[in-house]
């Protein structure tokens, strides 16, 4: 079956091997990096793990599950058109939902949601683009509608379990982000990988997504009400 | 590898949820005790909240008139981190806060749709 031939990969040699190295270094980059400016800075901030721990915690893992996605994408260059459509939605979706959903969390709806679009729209197109327009124009409308969604829903959760309903989120989010790399390797496993890359990628977009996301969440904006 | 991975998350999970315990960054007061304090009455206008003046350092206990509707009278505060909330089901019902100091507060209902300041002098 196609799904065991898929797991039985991700201890292969096709780019479905690197997947797990790769979610593996973009946790370490995010962990690092949230250590170094936890012991410099933001331990001097009152109540920096409880107001904002949970969340970050959240985004380091949310990042590590998209990130896989942009390196199997980046490594077969070209989708046929259906799946392409796919990869641009799902990634837009999924990218702009949960940073919007974790900054909303913290600095309200209209900086988790512009955060959530820019970065579901940027992502989308990104990845989008390896069907050419149609994925494109996917990516776009799933980031544009994701972030809206992710920071709508946060804040609308504000009051009534926001972090069980973080947790479930996070899941489902998971288990949809492992179904597109199936999808990926289902739909090229006949195909050769066009691009080899180390890790340098994986680590640069995870230190400046990490980066731009503690920012924003601990200095950034926030709506009145988050005082 | 999976299993480095698997032990990283464990132990940086461990220490955020065994930090974030401790303080009171999310901490929602759903206050039932009806102590003395100065009143204040919140009214609705157009879809927000009219806005609402108080004293500088007296305890508040605030209720919601009849024109107050839907999720607006489910209120939410954030004062210095502290949630303060509670569904106003009838004028009689009432949300206590602490002596504020001098300042605009703002708050809004359970569903982040209607806001209002209250301004403390």
Redesign the interface.
């Known amino acids: 079956m196609t799904f065991k031939s898929f797991m039985k990969e991700l201890n292969g040699n096709r780019v479905e091997g690197e997947l ?2 790769t ?2 270094y973009s ?2 980059t995010s ?1 690092l990096l949230l250590g170094i400016l936890y012991y410099i800075k933001l331990r001097f901030i ?2 920096f ?6 969340f970050l ?1 959240f985004a ?2 949310s990042y590590a599950l998209i990130i896989p996605s942009v390196r199997q994408i980046r490594a077969y260059s070209e989708l046929p058109c259906m799946g392409g459509m796919m990869v641009g939605m799902t990634t837009g979706m999924i990218t702009g939902f949960l940073p919007g959903f974790y900054l909303a969390s913290t600095n ?2 209209f900086v988790g949601s512009v955060f959530g679009m820019i970065l579901g729209i940027i992502l989308g197109i990104y990845n989008g683009k390896c069907c050419g327009i149609m994925g494109v124009m996917e990516g776009i409308m799933a980031g544009f509608m994701g972030g809206l969604m992710g920071a709508m829903t946060a ?2 959760l ?3 379990n ?2 069980p309903a973080t947790l479930i989120v996070f899941l489902i989010s998971g288990v949809i982000m492992l179904l597109l790399n199936y999808m990926v390797y289902k739909e090229m496993k006949n195909e050769e990988r066009r691009k080899y890359e180390d890790h340098l990628f994986t680590i640069l977009l995870t230190f400046i997504l990490m980066t731009i996301t503690t920012w924003l969440m601990v200095f950034g904006p926030r ?5 | ?2 299993f ?2 698997i032990v ?2 464990l132990v ?2 461990r220490f ?2 065994a ?8 901490v ?1 007061v759903n206050n039932e005790q009806t102590g003395e304090g100065q009143k204040i009455i919140l009214s609705q206008k157009d879809l927000n909240y009219k806005d609402a003046v108080a004293e500088t350092g007296k305890p508040i206990v605030i209720s919601a008139d009849s024109s107050v509707r839907g999720c607006l009278r ?1 209120v ?6 502290k ?1 303060y ?1 509670k569904y106003l089901r009838s004028p009689e019902d009432t949300l206590e806060l602490p002596g504020l100091s001098k300042g605009t507060y ?3 209902c ?3 749709m209607g ?1 209002g ?1 209250l301004i403390v002098k």
Do not use: H, W
């Open positions: 797990i190295r979610m593996f946790l370490l962990f009152e109540d793990i409880p107001k904002y721990g949970f915690f380091a893992l309200g709806m804040f609308m504000f009051n009534d926001l972090k709506s009145g009400v988050f005082g | 590898m999976a480095i991975m990283l998350i940086v999970g955020i949820f930090k974030g315990n401790n303080g009171n960054g999310n929602v489910s939410v505060f954030n004062v210095n981190g949630k909330s703002t708050f809004s359970s569903m982040g806001f300041k």
